[in-house]
């Protein structure tokens, strides 16, 4: 499955277009790049560039818009409302999928060893990324900002993690981290007041409101042995949030900051306003979000809110995100597109596949007399097609009367079959690069297949028979490609190992396919 991750440079330049444009347009020259976004600041001077790719390339394009921005910004001329260290000033990956926390602070590590080896430019690791904890706040390393950092520098507790303690006095000095992917999002209310909707933010915010004697806001604060204010802490942790009035819409809103979306997804965020708003006389009508998001905040939405319908979670990416729009309402104000709203989508969007065509299209083209699609192609669609009817017999056992204490099991097997079907049909684009692949994942629906004959819902035991026989023909099609390419091979100890690996493979599915076969057969009348 495809890796991204996403990157957030900041530059310390957000008046000079041209400038501007020359740093974006070298991140944009690396290859497997989506430039999402830029958005410059005049009167920060400052610009946040949006950008997403896999790790190799971002750390690539991340050292390209650096090194472009040493060379065209000069901190001892800057001037600006932002507080900034640097020409680039931050630089944080932030994971968006299939990319785990290890291989986001490796981004870092790679890109600030560059930075500071290559360019002599300071470089300080933050937020996870931190070697020295008491350094993983990027305020704490910015303290003193440019004009303070040529004598910070040289103090030994702000030696750099990587360049020379010594400020580059043109480009002074990088911060490079891997941070939580940051979610900004807000709840709509049928209310026009400021004061209400703190009062729902109160609730949910994890800093809560102030303790006071009467329990009221403008009540005596009670402190507590410090002399500090006692805070009754709120519903959501990781939650930043305040209420405010939107004269464009003409309602207020609980506007949040979701800072960790791995312990506290959007859902909880949605949840937790409706709860805090009903307790008051108040009705969470819709919501937004503000900028983009990972399409897995959706789809865990949609899983959600299917559990909460005690339905199969084993729904289509495409019918989980429509779920979590409906539940949340995230069109009421504007219509949500996730093809805009959906990183992973945005970035689909611009590109060919196969996978977009209509049956008849996806046919004449592997009719036609170009060679793609070609047999690798059509035996990932037919692995795909397995796991879909594998699927398929699992959602509608779920659904099945009278088999409610079967709901989880089935749904579960329905979520690992819509897992299958998307693994398989990622690799028909590759066609003739991933006929290994496309054996390997096509042999893990037999398990799936094999549980729906003996267990699934007994007037599906044909779509069974169906789904094997497809997933046979799937691994039989891959084993032809990987036979006819064996020649091109020249390492005879590679070629010799594959050949032994795609006939146990075949062996194996032909062996499965029988014991499954039985089982259909019987059940057949």
């Known amino acids: 499955m495809q890796k991204l991750i996403e990157c957030v440079p900041n530059f310390s330049e957000g008046q000079d277009e041209n400038v501007i444009r020359q740093i974006t347009d070298v991140i944009k020259s690396t290859d497997g790049v989506s430039l999402l976004d830029v958005d410059p600041g005049a009167t920060t001077n400052r610009t946040v560039v949006t950008f997403v790719a896999n790790p190799d390339a971002a750390v690539e394009a991340a050292f390209r818009g650096i090194q472009k921005a040493a060379e065209l910004i000069d901190m001892r001329k800057q001037k600006g409302a932002h507080p900034r260290m640097g020409a680039t000033d931050v630089c944080p990956f932030i994971p968006v999928s299939n990319v785990s926390w290890e291989e986001a602070i490796e981004c870092a590590q790679k890109l600030g060893k560059r930075v500071g080896e290559d360019l002599k430019i300071p470089v300080y690791l933050y937020e996870k990324a931190a070697k020295d904890k ?6 704490v390393i910015r303290a003193g900002e440019y004009e303070g950092f040529a004598e910070k520098i040289k103090k030994p507790e702000w030696k750099p993690d990587f360049g020379p303690a010594k400020l580059n006095e043109k480009a002074g000095a ?4 891997a941070r939580e992917f940051l979610v900004a999002y807000n709840a709509n209310l049928n209310t026009k007041s400021v004061r209400r909707a703190n009062s729902v933010a109160f609730d949910v915010r994890e800093q809560g ?8 806001p403008s ?4 402190l507590d042995a410090n002399g500090e204010p006692v805070r009754v802490p709120g519903m959501l942790k990781h939650v930043k949030a305040i209420g405010w009035f939107v004269k464009e819409y003409g309602i207020a809103q609980v506007s949040m900051n979701l800072t960790n979306i791995e312990e506290t997804p959007l859902h909880a965020a949605f949840d937790a306003c409706f709860e805090a708003a009903s307790k008051r006389g108040l009705r969470v009508t819709g919501s937004e979000i503000v900028g983009m998001v990972p399409k897995k905040c959706l789809t865990d939405a949609g899983r959600y809110f299917l559990r909460k319908q005690k339905w199969s979670e084993g729904a289509s990416e495409e019918e989980l995100i429509d779920i979590a729009v409906r539940s949340m309402g995230l069109s009421e104000l504007k219509h949500f597109d996730p093809k805009e709203k959906v990183i992973e989508l945005k970035i689909e969007s611009g590109s060919k596949s196969l996978v977009k065509m209509n049956l008849r299209d996806f046919c004449n083209e592997t009719l036609s007399d170009s060679p793609a699609p070609g047999g690798g192609s059509v035996a990932a669609l037919m692995g ?8 398929m017999v699992a959602n509608l056992s779920a659904g099945k009367r009278g088999w409610d204490d079967k709901l989880e099991y089935f749904s579960k097997w329905a979520v690992k079959a819509q897992q299958l079907k998307d693994e398989l049909l990622a690799l028909v684009d590759e066609d003739t690069a991933a006929f290994n692949k496309v054996m390997e994942a096509a042999s893990k629906s037999y398990e799936l297949l094999a549980e729906m004959a003996e267990k699934g819902n007994p007037n599906s035991i044909s779509d069974v028979g169906v789904g094997i026989c497809a997933t046979r023909a799937g691994i039989d099609g891959a084993a032809l490609n990987v036979r ?4 091109a091979l020249k390492d005879e100890k590679f070629k010799s190992d594959l050949q032994k690996k795609v006939r146990k493979l075949q062996t194996d599915s032909e062996s499965e396919f029988k014991k499954i076969d039985q089982i259909v057969q019987s059940k057949l009348t």
């Open 174 to 177: 990088t911060a490079i981290g």
């Open 384 to 391: 795909a097609l397995g796991a879909s009817l594998g699927g």
């Open 134 to 139: 008491s350094r993983s706040n990027l305020a």
């Open 219 to 222: 009540g005596k604060r009670i």
């Open 484 to 487: 006819i390419n064996l020649a």
């Open 209 to 216: 409101r102030f303790k006071t004697e009467d329990g009221t």
